[in-house]
């Protein structure tokens, strides 16, 4: 990724941090919980005209891998 980009998405996390303080403590939740091979990860998404979207993954070995780069990324 380009440093530049990398820069802008840092600063654009900081704000989303900060415009949804909430979401933050919820993932720090499940991360105290403990994501294990075959729990459900679900998202909702509600269009502003009503319109509802879902979906939903059991966790596999290599998406619990993969969620461990992204957090590895975020300490570096």
């Known amino acids: 990724m380009n440093p530049m980009d990398m820069m802008q998405l840092a600063g654009r996390l900081g704000t989303f941090r900060q415009q949804h303080p909430k979401f933050g ?41 993969t969620i461990d780069i992204i957090k590895s990324m975020g300490r570096s």
């Open 25 to 65: 403590k919820f993932l720090k939740s499940v991360a105290a919980k403990g994501l294990t091979e075959g729990s459900i990860m679900e998202v909702k998404f509600r269009a502003t005209d009503g319109e509802e979207y879902l979906a939903n993954i059991k966790l596999t070995k290599e998406d619990l891998e």
